[in-house]
């Protein structure tokens, strides 16, 4: 069984290693080999569990428990997904109020809808917060970039930022209003 729900303190931890291991599988021969051994799920639980404290932001995780994991295993954090009002602008053309953050999922864990439920609720907080459109950036490079496209994702700006010393281009997808994404990860299979 797996499920999402808003994400707890205690659940820093896993999500951090959930950041790790989701950024050094999806990143690999984008990003440099040697940033993404150094990632640390440490650090990355200690910002997740200062977010998951924030008032204004939302947290998700997806939790496998029961057949989904080994008998007699607890449930098992396998994916997540961050959401807020937006912190990156285009000089004074913001695209959207509310942005999504993060999205990740372990590969194990993929195409099972995981990624698709973890949208619709931060969507579905966000429009509850009084947002009414929100975007996401995407690694141009990032094989998954299809899936933002497929549920709806408007491409509306390309930036270049540096990760790891290395120079990588985003690109932003927006949802205006809001309820189209709701609407299109409620219907993607």
């Known amino acids: 069984m797996i499920g999402v729900r808003r994400a707890r303190p205690a ?22 080999s040697a940033y993404l051994a150094g990632l640390s799920a ?3 639980a200690a910002f997740y569990e200062w977010c998951i404290r924030q008032p204004g932001g939302f947290v998700f ?3 496998a428990s029961g057949v989904d994991v080994p008998a007699g ?4 954090i396998v994916g997540f997904a961050t959401a807020g009002e937006a912190r990156w602008d285009f ?9 999504v953050a993060t999205l990740y999922v372990l590969d194990d864990w993929r195409d099972r809808g995981l ?7 931060a969507a579905g907080a966000l429009v509850e917060g009084g947002y009414r459109s929100v975007f996401l950036w995407v690694l ?24 790891g010393g290395q120079p990588v281009v985003q690109t932003a997808f ?9 609407e299109q990860s409620a219907r993607a299979g």
């Open 11 to 32: 659940d820093a931890a896993a999500i951090g290693a959930v950041h790790v291991a989701a950024w050094r599988s999806a990143y690999a021969g984008i990003l440099p």
């Open 42 to 44: 440490r650090r990355q």
């Open 61 to 63: 995780v997806a939790g």
């Open 73 to 76: 295993s607890p449930p098992r």
């Open 91 to 99: 000089g004074n053309a913001c695209p959207a109020q509310a942005e």
């Open 115 to 121: 990624g698709r439920r973890l949208l619709r609720a």
């Open 140 to 163: 141009r490079d990032n094989p998954s970039r299809w899936f933002y496209e497929r549920l709806g994702g408007k491409p509306v700006a390309e930036a270049t930022i540096r990760v």
């Open 174 to 182: 927006v949802w205006d209003p809001i309820e189209r994404l709701l």
